[in-house]
């Protein structure tokens, strides 16, 4: 059974960073695609990020130069360094993985207030 646990989220002031954490069990966890997504109340989910097993990374352009995602093979975990965060930034945070199939974890909640 896959299993995706995010954790980390939280509420930050303007300018301030989080860091996300996503834990995986019941997969390959070296050749899954990770990405983290984000949903804001009314919106639809968008993706933020995204890095392969060898270690690409793609990121939104509303994020790039602000964010980081990072994995370690080690503890079957990928990161989201999140920094100069913005109001806009605000939603729930969901990790995503693509190894045979697409798979979910419950999502984290990141406020960002002014």
């Known amino acids: 059974q896959v299993q995706l646990v995010e954790s980390g989220g939280g509420l930050v002031q303007a300018g301030g960073s989080l860091r996300l954490s996503c834990t995986t069990s019941?997969?390959?966890?070296?050749?899954?695609?990770m990405g983290w997504y984000r949903q804001a109340p009314g919106k639809s989910r968008e993706s933020v990020a995204f890095?392969?097993?060898?270690?690409?990374?793609n990121y939104a352009d509303s994020v790039k130069a602000r964010f980081t995602v990072s994995r370690d093979s080690g503890k079957n975990t990928v990161y989201l360094e999140m920094t100069s965060l913005k109001p806009e930034d605000t939603g729930v945070y969901y990790c995503?993985?693509?190894?045979?199939?697409?798979?979910w974890g419950q999502g984290t909640q990141v406020t960002v207030s002014t």
């Open positions: 019941g997969l390959n966890f070296n050749r899954a695609l």
């Open positions: 890095i392969t097993s060898a270690g690409s990374t």
């Open positions: 995503n993985a693509r190894w045979n199939d697409n798979y």
